[in-house]
């Protein structure tokens, strides 16, 4: 094999197997039964709500 043969199979291949990853990471991250644990996360570094009940961020 010769180095331009390499280099031609290294950048197709490369480009499908990183579409292809792109493609399978996007599905998962967008899945509906994941939506708990996103939110979950979301809510994980908000500050506790310790205002007193009828102050201004009730």
Same mark, same amino acid.
């Given at each position: #094999?010769?180095?331009?043969? *390499? ?6 291949? =490369?480009?499908?197997? #990183? #579409?292809?990853?792109? &493609?399978? &990471? ?10 708990? =644990?996103?939110?979950?996360?979301? +809510?994980?570094? *908000? ?6 009940? =009828? =102050?201004? +961020?009730?």
């Amino acid at each position: #094999m010769t180095h331009d043969t *390499l280099v031609y199979l290294a950048k197709t291949f =490369g480009l499908f197997w #990183m #579409m292809a990853f792109f &493609v399978i &990471v996007a599905a998962i991250a967008y899945l509906p039964s994941r939506k708990a =644990g996103y939110e979950r996360a979301a +809510r994980s570094i *908000l500050a506790p709500d310790t205002s007193p009940k =009828g =102050g201004p +961020r009730s």
